[in-house]
């Protein structure tokens, strides 16, 4: 079971990480990257616990939105 369900945009992206993070109760920092994200993973990880929460990513309802909009676009064309 997750620690919690966290929005992308409650966390922060760190350059240093190249990951978009979230404080853990443990003093530490919930991790998930923009890559992980890209090929639909939706649990960040500490690296030094053993929580975990879900990401609800609106990266993932953008991705969905803008594939849509280039399949109208394609269906308008051959109309």
């Given at each position: ?47 030094s ?6 990401s ?24």
């Amino acid at each position: 079971m997750s620690y919690d369900d966290v929005e992308i945009e409650d966390m922060e992206w760190n350059d240093e990480l190249q990951a978009y993070t979230y404080p853990c109760p443990c003093g530490d920092l919930f991790q998930i990257t923009r890559e992980e994200l890209r090929i639909g993973e939706e649990i960040a990880r500490c690296p030094s616990c053993s929580l975990y929460y879900t990401s609800l990513s609106f990266i993932m309802q953008r991705i969905f939105k803008n594939k849509c909009q280039r399949f109208r676009r394609i269906l308008l064309v051959f109309l």
